[in-house]
């Protein structure tokens, strides 16, 4: 847990999804950690590589992506989301887990964790802010649904998305406010 959380994103989803079944471990859960622990084990030299000056020669932005799976929790059926921040070709932040409500939608859940991503977008511009690394053009969240995006840019739909709670529409306030 300590890896996926501080320094190995890229066993995140999986070890979010075995930690949901440590109370009925299986040999088949008790097998798949293990092929987390030789995957671990084979790349061990690789890691979070923090640059300087960004690799791909643009300047030193914020940018996201964030991606969910509606439904997929066989039991309460609530959806496992994610997302990722770079700064500067690095990833600075990730987070994936079931999100806190059932989504009713894979538009809705899409659009949730999309909102979730830009809380943490904001609270990074904050900090480099703070740092001394103002990021002056909006940070680009790149979100693969198409209604979920339609749906930040305006309210389209209102009597089908009026059940979204209010604290994820804030999502459309950040794109209007160009963040």
Known sequence: MYLSVWTRPDVSYA???????????????????RRI????????????????????????TLYAYSDASDADDPIARRTTGGYIVFYNGSPVS??????????LSTCESEYVQAALAAKEILYLREMLLFAGHPQRDSTPL?????????????????????????RFHFLRQCSEDKH
Do not use: C
């Open 15 to 33: 070890v979010n999804v075995l930690a949901r079944h440590l109370n009925f471990a299986s040999p088949k859960l008790i097998g798949a950690a």
């Open 37 to 60: 622990f030789q995957y671990l084990k084979g790349t061990r030299t690789h890691g979070i590589t923090f640059y300087k000056t960004n690799p791909t020669n643009r300047k030193a």
């Open 94 to 103: 990730w987070s994936t887990g079931l999100q806190r409500l059932t989504t």
């Open 142 to 166: 790149y979100e693969d649904n198409e209604a979920a995006l339609k749906l930040s840019e305006n309210p389209i739909a209102r009597s089908m998305t009026k059940h979204i709670a209010r």
